[in-house]
């Protein structure tokens, strides 16, 4: 696997970044100077690394964030704040790798396509028949949007937790979807306003494709300017798949059953609804708030007019993506058994 | 039951009249349901033919129509399709798209044993027993059943296409007018005329917001769909009933199955049918034994009465891009995709948000049931539908024969696909060589007419 490591103060770019080896992620960092804190607080240096989807050409980059606490949800003073939003409760989340970028198709077609799922160096035992994987779906999941560079869409959560499960096979690091506290932590990257970049909404186009700058489809990741941790279209583009079942008073009930646990979730017993961050190119401004949550729902699948229905494409939800983590602690082969037969049953 | 229809009498009386009309033999099995029900007053028997996916999902529709509905009797050729859809919808633990919650459909499912068919002529059965068919088997049985129900008396619900030759399209044709004249409900599964950004788009074109439409272009280019390869012990007929998909005398080609759809729409927006059509075609990626006798691509020209064309393009090729839609142009301006029209120079005369708009699946139900329930006479799709089905067959026999065929030679070709016999063991109209292949379609060679 090729991995290459660079840090990344805060927005700047990769000028005089040093290309570093896996796991280094100590801070001999180059001299730059930060850009003016956006929001508030000092942005911590935050170290990039680009890995390869090993026997592929298909890269994807993830950004080291440092552990911490922060206050989730939003003030009930924030404008168009939504009542599941609340109370606000402080939550610590321990360091993980996140997706630079939405998941894109280039990524998820070596999943998808068994074809494009060559066998890794070094292992022989690759057997890419023995990976379940999307079955055609029944329409273009694209809806003729893009594939290239584009946010991989239309994908249940099913289906994006698999590719996690893929590509911890196929690497042996373990990825997964970030827990909702995980992502909205990523999103404020330190910021406490209704946007990671204040509380105006006129900076919103620079940050975000939403439904009135879109032309009504999804863009390239990465067209847009990232939070101040380097994450790109963490607002906008397309919303994100995250591991918890939603519950309206999410909050309230972690605040009062989950209060000292690092990195809360609310486990899904049921399909829908789940949770969906981010707003996207069909949802309005308001929707594009660190704190907003979008509900799953079967109604996703409506236009399908078969049962059963697939496990792995929604035929209305082109709006539906996913990025993915890295927990920086890697957990036991036994945790991680337990957790893929949690969120995907056997 | 509010109103009664036009020929004087209600639904309930309706069943019983057709018992009478039909004789003894079907009298005694509609009393029987009868009685075995508390009331026996409004409730609408309701039979499913074809348990495949699509059966499944529109008997889910049908029983979620609002009305009182009653599941009591289902075929389908392979008893296994029918015990695996009959065990999904009584799963008290049941969930589809409209719902976030699972629901019980057990109290609208009453199919004893004895009302479970299988095999080639279950149908008439499941007939017998309803008030309302629903039927979606593959398309080359459309006829035989759309037949039988109107014959026997009852409301209709069938899938599209409506056939997949031109017999099969007079024969519905003919069956429609007699539906007509029996004042049946029949809902073809075009459901682009239940959605709402088609309503109301395709009425701003008809009122000539563009002016005359000159050009219409109209794609189901997609990945293509199941393949289900020879299991060893299958008759030869057995195994093209379940890969039916690849057997123009089953499914018609893709262009018939699917492609119909945006056919469909062309000739709504037109308000007419092509008069010929000249194409391309050809098995470029998809020719391997499991994939029968169809093509995976057609591009077909389609010329209307005035003149103006319909360019058609559909594909089931992986890769490639994919668009499932339908654009049209006129003298001021166009229609880029449903619900959108733009002026010559890019206003927005319509920018149509579907988003909260009723699933159209649901909708045509939803419509049909309730009509059936109040004893009115409002859907005669039929004749339409057999249309747009010819449109398409028109489109096939250009591709397949590469010559310009006239839709007057195509409407009345004598060429039937349909086999001699239904029967496990007889065999099917096209067979494989001795390397397992089938014959294909050359164009310049095939005769389609």
């Known amino acids: 696997m090729n991995k290459i490591i660079f840090f990344l103060p805060a927005l700047l770019l990769m000028a005089g970044c040093a290309a570093l080896q896996k796991g280094n992620t100590s801070a001999d960092t180059p001299d730059a100077s930060p850009p003016a804190p956006p929001a508030e607080a000092a942005t911590p240096e935050i170290s990039v690394i680009t890995e390869t989807i090993p026997a592929s050409e298909v890269h994807f980059k993830m950004a080291l964030l440092p552990g911490g606490t922060f206050l989730m949800g939003s003030p009930e003073s924030e404008t168009d704040r939504e009542t599941d939003e609340g109370p606000q409760m402080e939550v610590q989340v321990e360091p993980f790798y996140m997706g630079l970028h939405e998941v894109t198709f280039d990524e998820f077609n070596v999943f998808r396509e068994k074809e494009l799922d060559k066998a890794p160096e070094g292992r022989p035992d690759w057997n890419a028949d023995a990976f379940a994987r999307p079955s055609p779906p029944y329409e273009d999941p694209t809806f003729g949007m893009g594939k290239e560079g584009f946010p991989a869409v239309s994908m249940t959560q099913f289906s994006a937790l698999q590719y996690c499960k893929w590509l911890s096979d196929k690497t042996g690091d373990f990825y997964r979807l970030p827990t909702e506290a995980e992502w909205e932590y990523a999103c404020r990257a330190g910021s406490t306003t209704a946007h990671y970049f204040g509380d105006d909404t006129k900076m919103l186009d620079d940050h975000a494709w939403h439904y009135d700058n879109s032309s009504e489809k999804y863009h390239k990741v990465g067209s847009k300017n990232p939070n101040p941790w380097g994450l790109f279209d963490m607002l906008g583009n397309v919303s994100e798949w995250t591991l918890d079942q939603y519950q309206e008073d999410a909050y309230a009930k972690i605040a009062a059953e989950m209060a000292t646990e690092i990195n809360p979730w609310i486990k899904p017993t049921r399909l829908h609804p789940r949770t969906v961050r981010g707003g996207s190119w069909d949802d309005a401004r308001e929707d594009h708030r660190c704190a907003s949550r979008i509900r799953s729902s079967s109604r996703w699948k409506e236009r399908d007019p078969q049962i059963p229905k697939s496990f792995w494409w929604n035929t209305d939800s082109p709006f539906v993506g996913f990025r993915i983590v890295k927990p920086a602690k890697q957990p036991s082969a036994a945790e991680r058994e337990a957790f893929w037969l949690l969120v995907l049953g056997d | 039951m509010k109103n009664q229809n036009n020929s004087g009498i209600n639904r309930r009386d309706f069943v019983k009249t057709s018992g009478l009309v039909a004789g003894s033999m079907m009298l005694a099995p509609n009393l029987v349901s009868a009685k075995a029900h508390i009331d026996g007053s409004d409730e609408i028997k309701v039979g499913l033919i074809g348990c495949g996916g699509r059966g499944t999902g529109a008997i889910v529709q049908a029983l979620g129509s609002g009305q009182n509905v009653k599941l009591v009797a289902m075929c389908d050729a392979f008893r296994d399709n029918l015990d695996k859809c009959y065990k999904r919808i009584t799963d008290p633990n049941f969930s589809d798209w409209s719902s976030d919650e699972t629901k019980d459909l057990n109290p609208m499912i009453d199919v004893p044993e004895e009302h479970k068919f299988d095999g080639f002529d279950g149908y008439k059965k499941v007939i017998e027993l309803s008030d309302v068919v629903v039927i979606a088997t593959p398309p080359g049985f ?286 099917p109209p096209v067979l494989p060589d001795a390397n397992g292949y089938y014959a294909i379609p050359v164009p310049g060679i095939t005769k389609v007419v």
């Open chain 2, 142 to 427: 459309r006829p035989q059943h759309f037949e039988e129900a109107i014959k026997q008396n009852k409301h209709v619900f069938m899938e599209k296409p409506v056939a997949v030759d031109a017999p099969g399209v007079r024969k519905v044709l003919e069956v429609a007018k007699e539906a007509k004249k029996k004042k049946l409900n029949v809902v073809v599964g075009l459901q682009r005329h239940y959605q709402k950004v088609y309503q109301e788009w395709v009425d701003m074109l008809h009122n000539g917001v563009i002016g005359d439409i000159v050009l219409s272009r109209v794609y189901w280019n997609s990945a293509g769909v199941w393949v289900r390869p020879r299991q060893e012990g299958q008759t030869e007929m057995e195994y093209q009933m379940r890969n039916w998909y690849y057997f123009n005398w089953l499914c018609g080609d893709h262009i018939t199955e699917q492609h119909i759809h945006n056919l469909d729409v062309g000739n709504w927006v037109k308000q007419a049918h092509p008069v010929r059509a000249n194409g391309i075609g050809g098995r470029e990626v998809r020719n391997g034994k499991d994939h029968g006798e169809i093509f995976d691509h057609h591009f077909v020209e389609f010329e209307y009465a005035d003149g103006s064309i319909m360019s058609s393009q559909c594909r089931h090729i992986k890769g490639c891009m994919n668009r499932v839609s339908e654009a049209f142009h006129g003298t001021n301006g166009s229609a880029p995709k449903p619900g959108v029209i733009l002026t010559k120079s890019g206003y927005k005369l319509m920018d149509y948000n579907s988003k909260n708009d009723p699933n159209p699946y649901q909708v045509e139900h939803d419509l049909l049931f309730a009509a059936v329930a109040n004893g009115e006479y409002k859907f005669a799709d039929a004749e339409n539908g057999a249309k747009a089905t010819m449109t398409s067959i028109l489109g096939r026999m250009a591709t397949y024969s590469g010559q310009v065929v006239e839709w007057e030679d195509a409407i009345n070709s004598n060429i039937s696909l349909a086999p001699e016999k239904y029967a496990w063991d007889a065999n």
